[in-house]
Nanobody
Framework: QVQLVESGGGLVQAGGSLRLSCAVS????????VAWFRQAPGKDREIVAA????????YYPDSVKGRFTISRDYTKNTVYLQMNSLKPEDTAVYYC????????????????????WGQGTQVTVSS
């Protein structure tokens, strides 16, 4: 059973930074592709970052490119999302998600491609 636990959310002023953590148990992250999604009130859940099994491939939508960085620590079996230059429109519940992929470099981008989800952590950016 794969379990994901997010942490690191909170309240920050616009222009500030936060680092989210996703601790994975049940499987080594070397076998998993991991992504971060977010959902703001009244909006659909959207992907904000994904990282392949090897870490060699990452994906970011234009809305966060250059501001967010996803990384993984194999020794801690944890994936991080560093968020810089935060904007009020980044306010949302952030979810970690993962799935097993045979492809070492694949970064799925759709919610239904991920099998396991964390409980979410709230990020609020004040103006």
């Amino acid at each position: 059973q794969v379990q994901l636990v997010e942490s690191g959310g909170g309240l920050v002023q616009a222009g500030g930074s936060l680092r989210l953590s996703c601790a994975v148990s049940g499987l080594s992250i070397s076998t998993l592709t991991v992504a971060w999604f977010r959902q703001a009130p009244g909006k659909d859940r959207e992907i904000v970052a994904a990282i392949s099994r090897t870490g060699g491939t990452t994906y970011y939508p234009d809305s966060v490119k250059g501001r967010f960085t996803i990384s993984r620590d194999y020794t801690k079996n944890t994936v991080y999302l560093q968020m810089n230059s935060l904007k009020p429109e980044d306010t949302a519940v952030y979810y970690c998600a993962t799935t097993y992929t045979a492809n070492l470099y694949h970064t799925p981008r759709e919610q239904n491609e991920y099998d396991y989800w964390g409980q979410g952590t709230q990020v609020t950016v004040s103006s």
